[in-house]
């Protein structure tokens, strides 16, 4: 019955939790899947079978990945501590902005990267820069976001993948206020002032050569978030 299904999805082990969220049986491919991906099936359990809160979803996710509780969320931008499971809402980008996402036509494989960061740098990352971009945030400032933006992973992901860099360079040529990799590569975002600046952008990026290239406009924000 639907008030026991709680208590059976709770009960799964981790193994047949991915399982059945993913259709994959073996746990060492678990990777390879996208975390909005396992996240949306999740969520879709959760409203077809109802009886499960969204506290128990949430629980749920973070046994999946880092990232899938951040997926569930409806926030339209989120504070993230712990492994990245805890998400606290704060104010999103200024109104105008839009987003390229490109990435490389090479992959980074993250296996025992993580390590290898901690091994060189320990805790000695940019803390104090998450509270910087809150507050630019807030503040509703392109410039104060740009100069904000930061990611520690570059430094080990850049020299095994440079084509990361280079893409870096060539968003902001073609008119981002500013690029950065996406959490562990290998994908790159700008963002840009205009939609015609991003459009271009993606045209041109599409024209060099690179098969995945994505344009998120204000209008998407909207359609999404309502606001």
Do not use: W
């Amino acid at each position: 019955s639907r008030k026991n299904v709680s208590q059976i999805l709770c009960a799964l082990g981790n193994q047949d939790l991915i399982q059945l969220t993913t259709g994959l049986h073996d746990t060492k491919h678990y990777s390879d899947v996208p975390n909005v991906d396992a996240a949306a099936v999740l969520d879709a359990l959760g409203e077809s079978l109802g009886g499960v809160t969204e506290k128990e979803i949430l629980l749920l996710a973070s046994e999946l990945g880092s990232d899938v509780p951040f997926c569930l969320e409806r926030y339209t931008s989120a504070y993230c501590t712990g492994r990245g499971e805890i998400c606290r809402e704060i104010s999103h980008l200024p109104k105008g902005v839009s987003i390229v996402i490109a990435k490389p036509e090479e992959g980074i494989n993250t296996k025992g990267i993580y390590g290898v960061y901690d091994e060189k740098f320990g805790d000695n990352y940019s803390k104090s820069k998450s509270d910087d971009m809150e507050k630019a945030l807030l503040s509703a400032s392109l410039s104060e976001i740009a100069e904000c933006t930061i990611n520690d992973f570059e430094c080990v992901c850049i020299p095994r993948l440079p084509q990361i860099d280079a893409l870096k360079k060539s968003l902001i040529s073609l008119g981002a206020v500013c690029s950065q990799m996406s959490g562990s590569g290998s994908a790159v975002f700008g963002l840009f002032d205009s939609e015609k600046k991003a459009a271009a952008a993606k045209e041109s990026l599409v024209e060099s050569g690179l098969s995945e290239v994505f344009v998120f406009f204000p209008e998407d924000f909207t359609k999404m978030y309502g606001n």
